[in-house]
């Protein structure tokens, strides 16, 4: 059996995640908007992690915001530039201890992360909270703002 790749394997569960949220109509229950939600969490990590941009471009909304650990805003394409880049440095992306707050169309999932790799040839380890705002747009659920914050 042949060894599938990271970029397949994310490719895969964006696909899944996104048949997923379209596959409901638009109003929801709870309980499915945070199993959707928390898929495509997972997406996103996957995602990052393989420098994948058009994966992730699916799950972000054009007028998204990022506010980074360092304090900095990002647009949707600048955050997209940002992982592309650094993606093939990420060793591992982790997030743990999610909650999802589920406000009718609109959801918060706030957690943990840690991630490691290395930047320019220097290893690195880092540890924070963060804060994912998706809003429900014709029956898909897409992040519109979210912000990391470091824990030291």
Not at 20 to 49: F, M
Not at 73 to 101: C, I, N, R, W
């Amino acid at each position: 059996m042949k060894f599938l790749g990271i970029r397949f394997f994310a490719g895969g569960l964006l696909v899944m995640a996104l048949a997923l949220v379209e596959a409901q109509p638009q109003s929801e229950d709870e309980s499915g908007a945070r199993t959707k939600i928390l898929a495509l969490e997972n997406v996103w990590n996957n995602a990052e992690k393989a420098g994948n941009a058009a994966a992730l471009g699916l799950i972000l909304d054009d007028a998204m915001v990022y506010v980074d650990e360092d304090g900095s805003l990002l647009t949707k394409a600048q955050f997209l530039e940002h992982a592309k880049q650094a993606g093939p440095e990420l060793l591992t992306l982790v997030t743990d201890a999610m909650s999802v707050y589920v406000y009718g169309e609109t959801a918060l999932v706030a957690g943990t992360y840690r991630v490691s790799g290395t930047s320019r040839g220097k290893p690195f380890r880092r540890e924070g909270r963060f804060i994912d705002t998706w809003v429900l747009k014709n029956g898909s659920w897409m992040c519109v703002a979210a912000q990391a914050t470091p824990l030291r």
